[in-house]
Structures are given as structure tokens and as C-alpha cells.
């Protein structure tokens, strides 16, 4: 009889998941974990079921734009996959946005959001990146403190109906340049009508939402970023129009696919300053502080939907004579990828931990700090693990990983995105250094650490927590080295931020891995820890000539 092999199954995301019980049972009080476990057990049974099974049914299926009618009007008609139709609905339903604004749970609400997201993300084919922005937008509006629009906005933006809820655009990205925002070209020219905006916009995901948030220089305004001023405007009009905007194309990606990103053109189009008529760059940064903590869910939850997939293919897959899982060679492989999907979990959930308690009012100054400087550690860690971890796992399946109706090459190309949207690796870690400069950031990251570390008193524990000091020390001395000479500083940013995002982490998973003992939860975390510890902390890795040591590989 022909043999056939069995491809991989998914388990409820929520009841499988080891390291998410744990750490629900350690931070949340019991009335609350009670009163959201059906929910997340619904969450967790779709996304493995009837949510992946569209998701493979829409596997050849893109967003498409219709330009013309067939009398030559233009339309510019935008139509998205399936999926993505059915979590518009199920975001709203479930709260996927809303939650996070409800007072139900006080401090805790944005843990109970972000924990239903992290169980259906990686079944639904990036909606995160309209639900992300739509989260930033709302923080945003109610950040700058504009009443007309946080009245006509937000309550659609947090609605739980899908008849009434939005989604919100972050139209930043020029042809001038993508980080560098201080570049753009749009300007905004005051009418009889209003604030209208000209120019086009090279980068605009999820082009169907209803409203966006974008940045423009009034006409007369100086050049750089302090002359942007920050505008909301609506997409269409009230007969469906749309507003002054024309869509160019959609983007042909390496990766998200499944996301209507466009080139637009703003020909007039109508929009409302959003907090005066300069400081754009600064005005928005609410929104950037949020959407980069949703691509570090998005990191979390495709890296544990790597491992889920990969460790169940061990388990059915066999070569020379035994099962993958029983090979200690890919045992191993595999346990350092649950280490990393580990200690990705936990840095991110720590930062949503200090935006709940910033939310609710009751973060100290301390904590404020701490999630300033955790924000940006958090996004380019995260992102540069989620594609390792990506391409490891699709390696743990050798051909069948790299054979497109597996369904498979499609998680490491959505993957690609996290380390550059949303600020790039080398962005985000000259983000850290500014971090650092202000008053007490440091020391606070420091407490932070010192703390997670001072709980893990277990001496299995010993190894991974001399490997936080160790880094810690590396980090510090060579910034001593360097602080004189900023192009040094500059060169080794990258190198610094990755130590710290990794000793934060390494630190979180020694503390909960105590947690988990003292509670009877197993040696599950303690291993995890150990086994981060493996993976490396110090990046600093070696002497402040670095520089000259580029210099002389012919770069320039």
C-alpha cells in the first residue's frame, strides 16, 4: 500500500497552549480568569478549526482592485478575501479592539484583549494590521483630547456590532522615504470647504477602512517633521464616495498578501487637523506606541503557530526508522524554538501589562518609564525572532516546508513584514537610545530586571541568571566605551538594543519560571529558561572598533 504522510493538526490554541495558562493563572485574579476562559476557549477552538480551514481555502485568493465600470467611470473598487470578511465580523463580536477600552476588567482589560488576539492571529491572514491601527487610531484621538472627533469616531472604532464598528488607516509612508517621515511631500491647503490634502501616499495598508489618521505640512509650514501637522479624514463621503482620493494600485508584496495595501493619490481631499497645525511626528506617536506592541502579538502568535505546526509533524512524521519527535537531534531543534516563542510571549505581555495599568491610572512613574523604553525593545526583539523562528520551523519540515499548497512558505513571508513595518530593526534601536536619554528610563528597565531576576531563587535558575548579569555588564561597559564617540554609539545601537530586549526576556522567563515551581505548574518553564539562556543574550560581541572593522569590508 502507497504511503501517504499525515500533514500537521492544530489543537484548540487556547487549551494546548502551555505557557499561556501559565501565565494567565500567575497575572490575572481568579474572577477575571474565570469569567474570560469560555470566550478564549471558543477563540481558541475557531482558530484551529473553521478559521484555518478558510484560511487554507482562501490560500490562492489576494484582495483586488477594480478601477474602471464598465462604462468608464472610476471606481477604484477594492474587494478583500473571505477571511478577511469574516474577521471584520469576528473582530467586532469578540471585542479584538474593543476590549482593550471596556472597564470591566480595570487594569487587566488590555491583557484580556491582547490574549484574544494572540489566539486568532495567525488565523486570520494579518487582519491584525487594520485592527492594529484601528487600536492606535482610537489611543490616539483620545490621547490628543479632540472631543469633535473622539465623539465621531471612537465609539465606532470600539464598537462591538459589525454593522457599526471601523477600521482605521496610518498613512505616514511617502516615495520621499519611509522612516524618515519628516520627507513628506503632502500638503495641506486651507479652503473655504476645509483642509484639503494633496500629494500621494506610497504605503497605505488596509485600504478599506473608513477613516485614517495621516500626516500632511500646511501650506507655509517649515520643512523637517516639526512643520507636519497630524489629520484625520474619512475615506468616502456620505453618498460612498470616495473622498478626493484615488487608489494607483495595490502593492505586489513578498509577504501579507492577504492585506489591500495601496498607492493612493490625494487629489483635495478633506480632512481635520487633529491637534494644531504642527508636531505631527509627536502627535502620532500614541498610535506608534500601540501598533508595535500588536506586531509583537503578531511575532508571539506566528511563532507559536510555527512550533504548534512543527512539533505536531514530529510526532507523525518518521525517517531512518523513528518518529522526528524521537530523534534527539530535531528534539533539540525543536525545544530551542519553544524557548524563543517563550520568552517572546513574555516581553511582549509585560509591556501590555504596563499599558493596562498606564490606562487604568495606576502605573507608577516608574512603570511609565519602563514601558517607554520596553515599547521599542519589544517590537525589534520580537520581530528578528519571529522570521528565525519562521524559517527554522518550515526547515523542521524539509520539502513539504517549502512547497507553497502546504500552506507553510506563506508563514515566513508574513513573518518578513515584523522586523520592518512599523519601524525597522536599526529604527527601532536608535528609538531605544532616545529612550535612554530621557530621565530615568534606564534605571527603570534596571529595577525592572534586577527584580524579575531577584525572584528566581531556584539553583537550576543560577546559569540563566548569571547570563542576564553578564549581558547587562557587556552592555553597560561598552556604553561606556563608546558614549563619547556618537557615530560608535550609532554603529552599535542594533547590538546593545538586541541585549537588552534579550536579557528582559531571559529575565521574565527565570521569574515566571520560579512562579511555575512555586505553584506545582511543572518544570516546563524552568526548561524554557535554560534553554534561552543557550540561545545567546549578548550581542554586544566584541570591542568598539566595530566600526572600522565595516569600514574595511568595502561597504563605502
Not at 474602471?68 to 463580536?93: F, N
Not at 472627533?149 to 522615504?177: F, I, N
Not at 531543534?333 to 504596563?354: C, K, M, S
Amino acid at each position: 500500500m502507497a504511503f501517504f504522510q499525515d500533514p500537521p493538526q492544530l489543537e484548540n490554541t487556547f487549551t494546548s497552549d502551555a505557557l499561556l495558562a501559565e501565565y494567565l493563572a500567575r497575572v490575572l485574579p481568579p474572577p477575571v480568569l474565570a469569567a474570560i476562559r469560555p470566550e478564549l476557549e471558543e477563540l481558541g477552538a475557531a482558530a484551529a478549526t473553521t478559521l484555518v480551514e478558510q484560511q487554507r481555502a482562501d490560500r490562492l485568493r489576494e484582495p483586488t482592485l477594480t478601477q474602471w465600470d464598465a462604462w468608464g467611470r472610476r471606481v477604484d473598487r477594492i474587494e478583500v478575501t473571505p477571511l478577511w470578511r469574516e474577521a471584520a465580523k469576528l473582530a467586532a463580536r469578540h471585542g479584538l479592539v474593543a476590549a482593550g477600552y471596556e472597564p470591566r476588567f480595570g487594569e487587566h482589560a488590555r491583557v484580556h484583549q491582547f490574549v484574544l488576539n494572540y489566539l486568532v492571529d495567525a488565523s486570520l491572514d494579518v487582519y491584525s494590521c487594520p485592527l492594529a491601527m484601528t487600536d492606535g487610531a482610537a489611543r490616539t484621538l483620545l490621547d490628543t483630547g479632540n472631543r469633535a472627533l473622539v465623539e465621531r469616531a471612537l465609539p465606532r472604532l470600539t464598537s462591538r456590532d459589525p454593522d457599526v464598528m471601523w477600521t482605521s488607516g496610518q498613512w505616514m509612508t511617502e516615495r520621499t522615504g519611509g522612516s524618515d517621515v519628516g520627507l513628506s511631500e503632502t500638503i495641506a491647503r486651507q479652503t473655504p470647504e476645509g483642509w484639503r490634502l494633496f500629494g500621494t501616499k506610497w504605503f497605505t495598508s488596509a485600504t478599506t477602512s473608513q477613516m485614517t489618521l495621516t500626516l500632511a505640512r500646511p501650506e507655509g509650514n517649515p520643512p523637517g517633521g516639526k512643520g507636519l501637522a497630524l489629520f484625520y479624514l474619512e475615506l468616502h463621503d456620505a453618498q460612498g464616495n470616495w473622498n478626493g482620493i484615488s487608489v494607483n494600485r495595490l502593492k505586489d508584496k513578498l509577504g501579507t498578501r492577504k492585506v489591500p495595501t495601496a498607492e493612493l493619490t490625494l487629489d483635495g481631499t478633506l480632512a481635520t487637523p487633529v491637534v494644531g497645525l504642527s508636531d505631527g511626528i509627536r502627535h502620532i506617536t500614541p498610535m506608534l506606541g500601540i501598533t508595535r506592541i500588536w506586531n509583537a502579538i503578531g511575532a508571539a502568535g506566528g511563532m507559536r503557530r510555527a512550533v504548534a505546526l512543527a512539533r505536531d509533524y514530529a510526532r507523525r512524521r518518521s525517517q531512518f526508522g523513528a518518529l522526528l519527535v524521537d530523534k534527539p537531534l530535531h528534539r533539540d531543534t525543536l525545544a530551542q524554538l519553544v524557548a524563543e516563542a517563550d520568552g517572546a510571549f513574555l516581553i511582549t505581555f509585560r509591556a501590555i501589562e504596563l499599558i493596562g495599568r498606564q490606562e487604568a491610572g495606576v502605573a507608577t512613574e516608574e512603570e511609565r518609564r519602563l514601558l517607554r523604553i520596553l515599547t521599542p525593545l519589544v517590537k525589534l526583539t520580537t520581530g528578528k525572532q519571529a522570521v528565525a523562528a519562521a524559517s527554522e520551523a518550515l526547515e523542521a519540515f524539509g520539502g513539504a516546508g517549502y512547497v507553497e499548497d502546504t500552506g507553510l512558505p506563506r508563514i515566513l513571508r508574513d513573518a518578513q513584514v515584523l522586523p520592518i513595518w512599523e519601524g525597522t530593526t536599526n529604527v527601532l534601536s536608535l528609538d531605544t537610545l532616545r529612550a535612554l536619554r530621557a530621565e530615568g528610563t534606564i534605571e527603570a528597565l534596571e529595577a525592572e530586571i534586577s527584580t524579575q531576576l531577584a525572584r528566581a531563587k531556584d539553583a537550576r535558575l543560577a546559569g540563566p541568571v548569571a547570563a542576564v548579569r553578564e549581558a547587562l555588564s557587556s552592555a553597560r561597559t561598552w556604553m561606556g566605551r563608546v558614549a563619547a564617540t556618537p557615530p560608535l554609539v550609532e554603529a552599535g545601537a542594533r547590538r546593545f538594543a538586541m541585549t537588552l530586549g534579550r536579557a528582559t526576556e531571559l529575565a521574565l522567563a527565570c521569574a515566571h519560571a520560579q512562579w511555575c515551581l512555586e505553584a506545582n505548574r511543572g518544570n516546563r518553564a524552568l526548561a524554557s529558561a535554560r534553554w534561552l539562556a543557550r540561545s545567546g543574550v549578548d550581542h554586544i560581541g566584541g570591542p568598539d572598533d566595530a566600526m572600522a572593522d565595516a569600514d574595511a569590508l568595502d561597504l563605502v
